[in-house]
């Protein structure tokens, strides 16, 4: 069996999965990092899906224990408690939430029971996250701002952090891909959770294009250093002529700005932005698939 499918089948096994949405019961806090990077994980003591900055913003859903239940950038996570300030309120993104209760529930002008109610939020109902105070989600509904209790609101999360999904299809992938572009894909994945470093361009740390330079290097195989280069030196294709190994190339305006390695079923493997680490994301919707520009074939 190749690297990257026992990484695979490993990571699942030891259920690499964030949950997609959960319901806030209980107390709600704002969490401030206090860290120079926290690990953001599947479950407590689980696979490091992503990590975040000192100083970052965060939802402390539960916190009975050393681990604690978070959200940020509208997805769910576990953290270490220990790095973690807990503060009365914040302003702060958190994506989209639903509002789950048998029928309607009140929409408040402050958070408490005995403030007036804005409206009335029917169950189901998308509203904007926006912070959290006095225990209760701050949000966005109806073009009003106010807060409803965290026991009628979950964190939405999204598909592009859902690791277990992506790596269960780029197990169906990788068996029936042979020769070098396996041993990409096999390769590559020796990388997960291997820290954005800007301009960085070994295991240490990585930026985009560092690391599908340094992948492909090792495939004996020479590419451009930086992401626009890597483009324009390679034979650029469509979404629907990728193969994995491919490169792909987002930005706008038709300007490159990140790169990645295909890996196939829609997904893609690279090293994101600051604060990040390497791990595969999806085309299929969401930003990258807004910003996909091209693909480059090298191969």
């Known amino acids: 069996m190749s690297l990257s499918k026992r990484w695979i089948q490993s990571a699942i096994t030891g259920a690499v999965t964030t949950a997609l949405s959960i319901t806030a019961s209980g107390a709600l806090y704002v969490g401030q990092v206090d860290a120079s990077s926290l690990n953001l994980r599947s ?41 973690i300030d807990l503060i009365p309120e914040c302003d702060f993104n958190l994506g989209t939430g639903t509002v789950k209760c048998s029928t309607t529930v009140n929409f408040r002008s402050e958070p408490n029971t005995s403030s007036s109610i804005l409206s009335s939020l029917k ?6 996250v926006i912070g959290v105070s006095g225990g209760w989600y701050k949000a966005t509904a109806n073009g009003k701002t106010g807060y409803i209790c965290p026991d009628y609101l979950t964190i939405d999360g999204g598909s592009t952090s859902n690791q277990s999904a992506v790596v269960g299809a780029i197990v169906d992938t990788t068996s029936s891909i ?17 820290p954005y470093v800007y301009g960085g361009s070994t295991p240490s740390g990585f930026d985009c294009s560092g690391f599908t330079s340094y992948v492909y290097k090792n495939m004996g195989i020479s590419i451009a250093r930086t992401s626009s280069d890597q483009r324009s030196t390679t034979t650029n294709i469509s979404m629907d002529e990728l193969l994995p190994g491919d490169l792909v190339f987002f930005g706008s305006n038709d300007v490159v700005s990140h790169v990645g390695i295909y890996v196939g079923d829609g997904n893609f493997i690279h090293s994101p932005h600051t604060g990040s680490v390497v791990k595969y994301d999806t085309l299929a919707s969401g930003n990258y698939n807004r910003r996909f520009i091209c693909g480059g074939r090298v191969l």
């Open 43 to 83: 479950a407590p003591d689980g696979a490091v899906i992503d990590s975040v900055t000192r100083g970052t913003k965060l939802a402390v859903i539960e916190n009975n224990s050393e681990w604690f239940k978070v959200a940020v950038d509208g997805q769910t996570y576990y953290a270490s408690g220990a790095y």
């Open 178 to 194: 042979d020769g070098i572009r396996e041993d990409i894909l096999d390769f590559a994945a020796q990388f997960l959770g291997t």
């Open 123 to 128: 169950n189901g109902q998308k509203v904007s």
